[in-house]
């Protein structure tokens, strides 16, 4: 079954860190350039960062520039999303998503671009 399942959330504190996992089963995500994205309630899904095939990001959203980085584990099929400096506007449900048409040194941050996504992980945090 070809899928993408996202892992690691959970409910952490204000000014805490989590570290999200993006696993492939079906395919392998060498050749694709992932992208990390988030939907609040009531909010349409925004783009947070991403990582191209060479393992680059070349976009960050404002808002998690210096908190966020993507990365990616070929060997196990795997894309991380580390979150540092957890605050108050972060909760929302986290997707990843594989794009076959990102290139070495590009990743896209619009959810078009995008053609697999996962089932999303909960991030809550605690007030």
């Known amino acids: 079954q070809v899928q993408l399942v996202e892992s690691g959330g959970g409910l952490v504190q204000p000014g805490g860190s989590l570290r999200l996992s993006c696993t492939a089963s079906g395919f392998t995500l060498d050749y694709y350039a992932i992208g990390w994205f988030r939907q609040a309630p009531g909010k349409e899904r925004e783009g947070v960062t991403c990582v191209t095939v060479n393992g680059d990001s070349t976009y960050s959203a404002d808002s998690v520039q210096g908190r966020f980085t993507a990365s990616r584990d070929n060997a196990a099929n795997t894309v991380y999303l580390q979150m540092n400096s957890l605050n108050p506007e972060d909760p929302s449900v986290y997707f990843c998503?594989?794009?076959?048409?990102?290139?070495?040194?590009?990743?896209?941050?619009?959810?078009?671009?995008?053609?697999?996504w996962g089932q999303g992980t909960q991030v809550p945090v605690s007030s």
């Open positions: 998503a594989a794009d076959p048409t990102g290139g070495d040194h590009f990743c896209s941050s619009s959810v078009y671009s995008y053609s697999r």
